[in-house]
Nanobody, 119 residues
Framework: QVQLVESGGGLVQAGGSLRLSCAASGSIFSINAMGWYRQAPGKKRELVAVITSGGSTIYADSVKGRFTISRDGAKSTVYLQMNSLKPEDTAVYYC?????????????WGQGTLVTVSS
């Protein structure tokens, strides 16, 4: 069983910063890509950022230059540094890992953490 535990969400004023963390636990051989997604009220879940096992990154256009994704392989943790936050960044943020386990390859989701940006 693989679990992802997120932390770091909260309420922040526009222009402020937050750092999200997501740590994996369980029977994991290795982790492939790690990503952050978000879902705003009434909208579909969307990709925010992804980082591969090799360190390559992909960002949604809406967050480029403001958000930074990073990973700590030794800790099986991914981070999302969010700067210059805007009210439109308000959403539930979910982490997503592709992991190799004794049962094979799994795609695992975190429980979500709420980020609220006030204007």
């Amino acid at each position: 069983q693989v679990q992802l535990v997120e932390s770091g969400g909260g309420l922040v004023q526009a222009g402020g910063s937050l750092r999200l963390s997501c740590a994996a636990s369980g029977s994991i051989f290795s982790i492939n890509a790690m990503g952050w997604y978000r879902q705003a009220p009434g909208k579909k879940r969307e990709l925010v950022a992804v980082i591969t096992s090799g360190g390559s990154t992909i960002y949604a256009d809406s967050v480029k230059g403001r958000f930074t994704i990073s990973r700590d392989g030794a800790k099986s943790t991914v981070y999302l540094q969010m700067n210059s936050l805007k009210p439109e960044d308000t959403a539930v943020y979910y982490c997503n890992f592709g992991v190799y386990t004794p049962r094979g390859y799994l795609e695992v989701w975190g429980q979500g953490t709420l980020v609220t940006v006030s204007s």
